[in-house]
């Protein structure tokens, strides 16, 4: 008879195979979880030519480990503990750290658990090449899998779990090795236990395992003064303990405990939000938060109880009699706390910082605008700390006077770059090198006892003021992902590389396969000079029935970017292209940004067409969307476009589509704007190059706008409007597109105050459109630039344009406030942005072209793209802005060297002590501070200082002119502009 | 209950040979023998607490008997929203298996889980009429939170003595039982709002009582709780021991019989189920009682049978409750010891 076993596993193993745990959903509910495990013993030890584990995989373990480490002269593994990657990440990370690496499976779930961006960077690290790191499935090897105990604890169990494996680990060694009959033993390698639990490491002394904490095996490593610096804060802490901590006098109040602060918060008693540090002062800060619509005010160091700008903080509000406005004054840390001493600002006496501190406080309590009071609260505890590493500059007189060449290990400040960012205390041995450079530091902690959160030395970038480093120093600063494209993504690119034609039209080849032939089309793209990436073109053209045919050819990027490829991913993560002044970083591999895709003039290209029949009123009649191959007659740059237009002798087809072009763009227009769309403005420079190669800046100059940009922006809007209707109607739950919220009411008061005080003007804020229009009527006939001062001014009370998943928001909130249109979308510029590039796809499978990708037809997946590429694109705007400040910081300094610079500003802000001033032409901002005391009338905006014979008032919106200097910190190396007032008084005097 | 077509002179056989002397039983048994009683803890892992009864299961064949699994499966309930109860509830159902029950028909087979339904219901879990066995840790949050538990027992044999063996399987299901460990969190506003910096811990603070069992510390404004150990399976659930048991005297005037089988139970004109609890250190309680069946009982009769009833009721007790702490201890210590032993 055939027998038949069961292979069902017996119901006994139960409490060896199946985990159960408890989860506790977002709603409330508690789910009881199980998890089976099946123990083997095949995982292998990833040691190289293990005879006892003859595993297929390739091992990435030496057979004898590392060698060179002094405590272990038989060779040793590294087998860390969970701590070690939770504090120490930076120097796992470093390329001058390379021992074999046992990482084990409880300890890579552990990091899991506790830190997701942790584990992402340990995830990296396992598939890094330079390092030799096994991950050994310690779970699922029946001699290492552990049961939990009764009345254990997790961690105990895990730390079990970790000797247990390194014990396994020593045996396995020995057992592989055996002694040969008639000779000595061979060498047995170590496998040591890394961790800085010292609970851990004295039961692995008491079990026989070798173990050691980090700072003791790094003293023992090459090159160990380097990687001494990479150690975190908390590391050093149980080996060296400084000035007994316990008696030291708490600064800052202690954190209520995470389970409590989400019970005030859930019950509406804390409320949680963003930190945002103040950048003209580094004692006060404020939380959005839902509850109110004003921002809540946390005043001073113990209010603010170290969050640091990013923060998610909860706040706790005071009563209402106990509010506050912000302080109306420039304080600076540097000034301010010029004298702190790095070494010994623990010891927290009485000291002079404190108590200018205390005066600065002080003076702001005593004088209180009855307006302007804003809702006041103090920080209880964070929900999650958003550190990074930050680009600072070590701060020179924080070295050690007595010896500033000694490379012993000394305390000092790194100065984040950032002015929202506090000082950096980080231990170091290279202080003397690192003065003058760059440097980029982490934040490890920030005790209650320190005034400062402690922190340590990464890497250096280079000398200050060097292109390079302060290039790179930005692109880490906004977090712009830079690193070149990897093979997996160029492997992407097509095989034929530059040489990739579009292929001779055939009805059978799948290129052509449902493409428009729009080849003899008069179609021509214009551009900035200097574009290479061109990804829109444009034609148009009358047809017999009196209509105009126009068409808008944007570059068929999803026609070489497939979803779910290497490519795709990489894409996705960097989001958008960032433009810096001498540098683009781009979003897809320049053979596709600036050939294969770019729409250069007489060569074919694919392209994804939207061609509209419009009325000679340009009303749109019809609308259809096609894949297409083009073939651009010609690029222009605005400037070129414009000479073409206006030219009367000239009357070609070209010219004639341009002007045709033209005039339906000003129809457009005129629609737009009487629907209400606003024009807005921004301080927009141009940074004049020398030449592309010495990229030294000569000149900064106001960018031109001609009736050609705005041709092609009006096309652009309507292709994105159109596209976007399109692919809602389609995809109404996943639809990729933009919208720009209406900013609340309470953002403009400030602003309204000042205009109807100062000029007497009023700004209705009731719609887009009535804003537009009283916009329009704040003009100052003998000030023709201060109409733009106020858009400038209107544009920074708004909120910003975000892209978005049409089925996770509210139908009615689809609106973009700036363009008065009920819905839109990016779909123009799928080169340098990742959301255009979902758009094609969702268009191309709204027309039947493909099928629509799985994964956007996932609400989930949508919304977390989107997250990322809003994020990218806000930092994007961000670094290239810096970028231009630092150039225009260069240009400065060229010109004050050659003679002082002086320059029209208008009055933006009035504080206590100082002005606020816009210089229109150079389009920065400045701070004009004054020493001694003049009288500020909070509620007119206006300040009063005494000159030679009589008091001069300065208000907000006069203009004056201030002298622009470059002055280099003595302190921090950091170059920044120094404005001083020049006329109507001189400001350096007072 | 369940209503085997037997003739009449079939029937007559086996009263007759009940009451014959000695009395004889088709399996062999005395009058007052149970037979062989099988129990499993902890069959269902996803559930809270379980267990698998069966009642004569033949041991050379392996199959056959009456048997019953029952789950306790625990669910958050948010008392303000009108969903749960303050102190959690216990709510109760029964399903038969149709496999069980081939001969009746479905509207039937609803009546008869909803007879065993309200028995279970009304003996262990009705609020008013037992208070006394509600267990005192569903509470999560007063006033906020609290457990509900679920009861679901499943019948998936019957060859007689059915609810019995349900409420065995249902004592030993809450016996397994354990209630995940709760922390209650809450944010209590400080007092001085003057002196920010005068907070020392005492102004806020965690609830650091684990559970409902002491409730007179927790304050009003804890608004959510925690999981503190989400490996642990938690503590007993309150009053393991005095969840009770039933015992079913089929009464044929002058004798009567436990444990009978499907065609004994056809053949007896009326039948008294007893439930009795049996806390420690307290005298044994008469949960409920039934009588079934179209014959008459005296008075008199009643008390001597309940009397009889909690003497055989106090021995099922005394086994179930021996072989309830064997299995306790087969599942954790003598399965880890196993596991050690074997590596």
Known sequence: MVEITVRKRPRTEAVVTQRKFFKKTARGKVIKVLRERYLRDDVSCGIHSCQVCASEQESVLPSSGLLEHPSFPNGHFLLPDTNVFLSQMDLMESPLFDPPIVLLQTVLEEVRHRSLPLYNRLKALVKADEKKVWVFYNEYRSETAVIREDGESPNDRNDRGIRKATAWYKSHLELSRPAIRGQSRPPQPAVVLLTDDVANRQKAEKEGLPCVSVRKYIEGYKNSSQLLDLLSASGSDTIEPTAAMAIRQALYPEYLPTATLLAGVKSGQLHQGHFNANQYNYLEG??????FDKPVLLAGRENMNRAVQGDIVAVEVFDEKEWKAPADEVVDQEATLKNDDAEDSEDEGEDDEVLAERKVLNAEAAKQAASSKQPTGRVVGIIKRNWRSYVCHIDSTSLTSTNPTSLSQQTVFATPVSRLLPRIRLRTRQAPALIGQKILVTIDRWERTSRYPEGHFVRALGKVQSKEAEQESLLLEFDVPYRPFGKAILDCLPPEGDKWVVPPKSSTHSDWRDREDLRDLIICSIDPPGCQDIDDALHARRLPNGNVEAGVHIADVSHFVHPDTPMDHEAAARGTTVYLVDKRIDMLPALLGTNLCSLRPHVERLAFSVIWELSPEA????VRFTKSVIASKSAFTYEEAQIRKDDPKLSDELTESIRLLNDLARKLKAGRMAAGALNLASPEVKIQLDSSESSDPVDVEQKELRETNSLVEEFMLLANISVARKIQETFPQTAVLRRHLPPPRTNFEKLQDILKKRKGMTLDVSSSGALAASLDKCVDPNEPAFNTLVRIMATRCMLSAEYFCSGSVARDTFGHYGLASPIYTHFTSPIRRYADVLAHRQLAASIGYSPLHASLHSKSHVERVLEVVNKRHRMAQMASRASIE?????ALKARSEKGTVLEDAFVIRTFRNGLGVFVSRLGIEGLVTFKREIQFDADNYTITAPAEDHDVTISVFDKVQVTVEVEQDKNTQRGRVVMYLSKPIDSRRL | MAAVSLSKSE???IQSSLKAHPPLRADGRGLLDFRTVLLETGVAPLANGSARLNIGKMAREGGGGTEVVAAVKLEVEDVETGDGVDGGRVVCSVTCSPAAYSHLSSNALDELQHDLSVIL????????????????????IPRKKAWLLN?????????????????MAARAALWDAKVPRTR???????????????????????????????????????AD???????????VLDGRDKWPICVTLNLLPSVHLLDATLAEEASIPLRLHLMFSFAPSAPPILQSMRLLGPAELELKDLKDSIAVGERYAKELFTALESKLREEDNRRNIKARDRFALMR
């Open chain 1, 619 to 622: 009303e749109i009649v019809n």
């Open chain 2, 151 to 167: 009861l679901d027992a499943v019948v998936l044999a019957d060859a007689g003595n059915v609810v019995d063996a349900l409420f």
């Open chain 2, 225 to 235: 709780f925690e999981l503190p150990d989400y490996w642990d399976e938690g503590e």
């Open chain 1, 286 to 291: 404020s939380v959005l938060v839902p509850a």
């Open chain 2, 184 to 222: 209650a969190v809450q944010y209590r506003a400080p007092e001085t709002l003057k002196s920010p910096r005068n907070d020392a811990p005492g102004a806020m603070d965690v609830d650091e009582g684990t559970s409902g069992f002491d409730t007179r510390d927790m304050a009003r404004t804890a």
């Open chain 2, 121 to 140: 219901q009304q003996t262990i879990a009705h609020p008013t009429l037992h208070p006394t066995l509600h267990p005192k840790n569903l509470t999560i």
């Open chain 2, 11 to 13: 029937r007559a056989y």
């Open chain 1, 886 to 890: 630092f150039y225009v910081g260069l």
